[in-house]
Every structure is written in C-alpha cells, then in structure tokens.
C-alpha cells in the first residue's frame, strides 16, 4: 500500500475536469449548468474525501508495519 | 440546416463525446484505484492477524530454546570455573543470556503490539470505508446514469442533426444542442 492510490485517484479525477472545463467554454446551457451541479462537483468531492481516507489509512497501515512486524534489519 | 449549424452540431457531439470518454475513463481508473485499495487492506489485515502473530510466535519458541542452550552454556562455565579464578570467562555466556533475555521480551511485547493494533485498524478501515462511500457510490452507478445522461443529449443532438433544424431559435431546438449552437454561432468577445 502507497501513496500512489490517491495520486493516481487526484490525477483520474484533474483529467476530467480538465476534459469538462474545456467542454464548458462552449457549453454553457442550463443542462451543463445541471450536468456540472448534479454530475461532476459530487464526483469531485467524493474524490477529495476519498484521496484523504487513502492517504490517512495508508500511513496507519505504514506504522502498523513498522511497529508489528520484524526489524527492518532483523539480526535476532 | 445551415453548413455552420451543421459543424456546430458536430462540435457539440464531440464535446460531449469527451466528457463522457472522460468519465468512463475516470470511472475505470478509480475502480481500479478502490480495488487495488480494497486488496491491500485485506493483505495488511492478514499480514496483522494471521501472518504476524505467527511470525512472532515462532521466533519467541525460536528464542526461548535459544536462551536456555545459552543459559545451560553459563552453568557449564560456571561449574568449570567453580574454585578457580576464571569466573570472568563467562562474560561472554552471561551477554548472551542477557541479549536473548531482551529480545525475548521485545518480541513477547510484538504479540501485545499487534492485539492493539487490530482494534485500531478494525476502526480506522471502518472510517475509511465510510469516506470512500460516495466514491463508490459514484462507482456503482452514479457514472454509469452519467454517463447515460450524455449519451441521450448526444442522441438528441444527432437526432435533430438528421432530419435538420431550421434555426437555433427554432421551436424544436434541443435543450442540450440549442445553446451549444448558440455559443459557437456567437462566441464571447
């Protein structure tokens, strides 16, 4: 387990919104005003929540490593 | 249909042809994201419950044999210098005594280590379950009807492409098409 799941998660979640903001320069009705409202900003979010837990749980489960399992150089 | 109108339709058809490429890509990568996460706190929880209680056991057995070859060692040199003048020649048995005394005890404290750890790992993936929930509710159908939703203005706007709308003013202009035709017919200054 590693950082890299929430990187991974951030990066997924930065294309599309980079994708629906460019969408958005030429899309500015009421249905992309519903779609972004309804659709991406709650995607969003949960992304940001999620990248979060990721990295809080990654780092407990790091420590319980360190602290449960063998030294790193185990001369016993 | 006007020649413009009709590359603004494609143009809008493409764009919402990114956004949903984009959200079935974003879709894949975080489900592959969640899962991968899922599985390693399924290892971390084995590793704790199973494989580390196991490891530790094995190697206190393996210290407690050792530490009574060592103490049995310490007797032996006791008695051999017994009425001598040699009894600092078991310095060496009396270290290692002392050495395994040690980390008998560090690992006996590891069993210890690892039963609180699994409360609070217990706790700490129930919390991250319940953060990652809308994540994976977005995941279990919150893309898909997303998805679907631009599928259908896709649809729409191919539909009133076909058989050919006057005027983007025109009474039967698509929600999802019109303003799109709007804003390419009259782009901001």
Known sequence: MNHSASARLK???LELADTFGRARETWRDSKAEEFENQSIIPIMRSVEVACLAIDE???????MQRECGPPRDDTA | MSGSGSS????????????????????EESQAVVTGMDMDLRRAWYWLDREMP???????KRLEFEHSEAKSALFRKRLQAQGTDHAAYDTAEKELVRKLDKQLELARAKLETIRRWRTTIERAADEYNARVRGLRDQLEGGIERDSEIL?????SIQAYSAIGVPTRSGP???PASAPLEKNESEPES
């Not at chain 1, 749980?57 to 420590?63: G, L």
């Not at chain 2, 599928?151 to 649809?155: A, F, S």
């Open chain 2, 8 to 27: 603004v339709q494609v143009h809008s058809v493409e764009t919402l042809i990114a956004v949903k490429t984009a959200l079935s890509k974003f879709g």
């Open chain 2, 151 to 155: 599928t259908r203005m896709v649809e």
């Open chain 1, 11 to 13: 990066s997924a979640s």
């Open chain 2, 172 to 174: 039967t202009a698509s």
């Open chain 2, 54 to 60: 196991a490891y530790w056991q094995s190697h206190i």
């Open chain 1, 57 to 63: 749980i990654t780092a407990i489960v790091s420590q």
